[in-house]
């Protein structure tokens, strides 16, 4: 394993424009691939391909990479950690302990300088895509120690384009050219700006029940597109927590799958909400309905 020190405001060198421009030619040559279905037409086994891999990649981004390595909301074995990992990269958005470390900077930098997702610091245009072509590149070993001490999981980072290329090639041999065009670059396009809507609609659309001192928002849309994780402002205020639906109402598709695998002994330990955070949310909500302002309240500390 190298360190690498991070340096947020650093210039790019000339070397990383070339690294820049790479990136930009593979995102937006992935988007054009969804184009050859013109040529080679698509087929029922396609499009299966692709709302199958759409979902159960979400699953592996919000319960692998968010829920688990960025924030250690519940507990599982060495075995399954790896199988998450593997699934989370599988959705072509690097590797788990870049994607764990960049996100933890996320919420710590939240809406302030040098939180790339931020559209309110950036452009939503920036917070939505245009960060990926900045200098991101670097994993923030700082910030992900807790994970790197696994060597399986420091090989996956490194190597994190082995599982989007083993599931291109295997979407290929099933369903052939339309496989690849639909079922695997049309579920990695739609999966990219499904996740991507988290970091810049949840942050300027929805409402805020919490004071979290950003502008994270709780949005039911974003929250039934990405299996839950539309509940941002919640999230951002409770981040310990592994629900982010709070109550009944808000549907988080991907804390009740974890519970169903607890039930089984796959996962364990899950970390609910504290009733007073609970309570908390319930007397805003009053609040909100009677005079339509909310005080502001004291930050949760997780
Ligand atoms: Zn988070
Ligand atoms: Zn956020």
Redesign the pocket.
Known sequence: MEPTVFEAQRQPSSSNRLEQWRRAWIFVLSHLAVLGAFWSGVTWQAVVLCFALLFVRLWGVTAGYHRYFSHRTYKTSRAFQFFLAVLAQSSSQKGVLWWAAHHRV??KR?DQPGDV?SPIQNSFAYAHVGWIFDDTEDTRWDKIRDFAKYPELRWLNKYWAVPPAALATACFLIAGWPGLFIGFFGSTVLLWHNTFL??SL??VWGSKRFDAK?E?RNNMLTALLTLGEGW?NNH?YYQSSCRQGFYWWEVDVTYYTLKMLSWVGVVWDIREVPERVLEEGRRRDRALSTTGTIRPAVRARN
């Open positions: 996320h919420h939240s997702h988290i970091n949840t942050h950003d994270s941002h951002h």
